[in-house]
């Protein structure tokens, strides 16, 4: 069992089970529900950036939402000016990204520490927020895309099949693309932290002294993997556009960056499908608390936030992958117990 | 100096504000040359040590490391140069696994294939084949010892720093380490501070005493030892104990 969760055999698992999901999924679930998860799809790949500069890097960034803002800004003003989402697509990946080398160069060559790091990077994605909402009014315009401050740029026209702009994506086909792409950042990340690059950016985390003496640089290895982080983060803005077909400065926002935050503790860190799981559940339970009318979703939420800290302080991912060990080490108490934790 | 010399340090100096932890310390060291420093508490070794290492930046003063000038260089350039240090309290990755603590510490400076004969090498000279699935956040502080020296050992450097390597070890252990220093020792050169003074006799030829920031002597372990002064400050307490 735990054999199975790493390696290849793993990576090939998640495949299987993520298209599984992705051909099942539609033909059980009710269309308006569809719509929702897809959302839940998209937020899951911020998610996913965050778990890999936080919980592989150790580098807590309050402000994630940024990359992912960026991201849909980018994608909304250049589709907008184009038509053709292709070069928009790669916009929403690049942009951020530059943003977060720039961003990370200053930080971490000037080896800013973790509490700061944190503190500079909310404040960024809150400048950014009040930038973004003074940029109403005829003034604010790049080529034909209006900016529209606090408003945002409504109908931004959706992903088409590259080279032919009259090839839309539909809402379901959305879902299809974005689990797809949720899939790909997956598997992606996994063969990542299994190359050298991905041992060096973990063992930086575990003791970053020890990885300079032995002669990598951590400034470079922590910018890197930041930089990726701020690709992926935008990729999901891009697709959350597509979704809403409207962009604002709320993505920029104290509630949005403090969520990624939450799902990722929710999920656990140290692992690339806790902050899955997190963002899913997190979303779900806030979306059933917005049906009823007795309790306030955000003081519930809250709660269960608490809850969580103090009571599974690793997450749900990293407890329940704790749990199967143990369970398959008092099975097969002969077996030698290498390769103990799994990169999963 | 001469090309002999693989470490020389010029008037090296570190000021902490007011507090002088190292005052005009001009150290040679020679190609494979086997060095121990002593001193007491608060000498100076450790803050010597890290300004090798480029841990912390010397006040004044040159390093040069094969005639090459590397005061100014970070920690990572001066460990791609050839310099390893095992700090004195372990410094290790806890949360890996001891191949993999290795295996990090080998692709540093070699390719794929290279660095994994390497550290499957290395992992055997130091008896940690047995070991190589646990955490080392899970091991005993003497085993923690041994894969940070497995770790130094698998970057190849060319000149070793060790400080306190026997520290925590029982008297098996420290004995297979004065035996891994000396087969190290063939192809680089290691200076050691230690405080154990059997285990110095085991391994030293050069003795170089600090104290109070200063090279207060350099001689044979015999002189040393028979030197009034290094009794006096340092030597003598051990006497008491």
Redesign the interface.
Known sequence: MTAACNGTGGIVAAVIIGLALLVVVPLVVDPIFLIELTSYVILAILALSLGLIWGYGGILCFGQSAFFGIGAYAYAIAVINMGDSTIPLILSIVVPALFAALLGYFLFYARITDVYFGVITLTVTLILYKLMGTTSGSAYTIGNAAIGGYNGIPAIPPLNLPGSPTTFLSLDGLFYAAGLTLLAVYVGLRLMLKS?FG??V??IR??E??????????RFYKLAAFTIGGGIAGLAGCLFANWGMFISPDVFGLAQSAQVIIWVIVGGTGTLLGPIVGCFLVQWIATQLGTQQVLNANLVLGTILIGFVLLVPKGITPTVLDLIERTCQRRSYAK??????SVS | MSAECVLETRGLEKRFGGVVAISSVDFNLKQRELRCLIGPNGAGKSTFFKMLTAQIKPTTGQILFEGVEITKAQPHQVSQLGIGIKNQVPDVFNNLTVRENISVAARSRHGKARAAAIASEVTERLGLTGLVGRLVGELAHGQRQWVELAMVVALEPKLILLDEPAAGMTADETNRTAELIREVNKTAAIVVVEHDMQFIKQIAHTVTVFHQGRVLVEDTMENIQGNELVREIYLGKADDD
Do not use: F, M, S, T
């Open positions: 050298r041992q060096v973990v063992a575990e003791n002294r020890r990885a300079e003496l032995l002669g990598y640089d951590a030698p117990l290498v390769e103990k934790r």
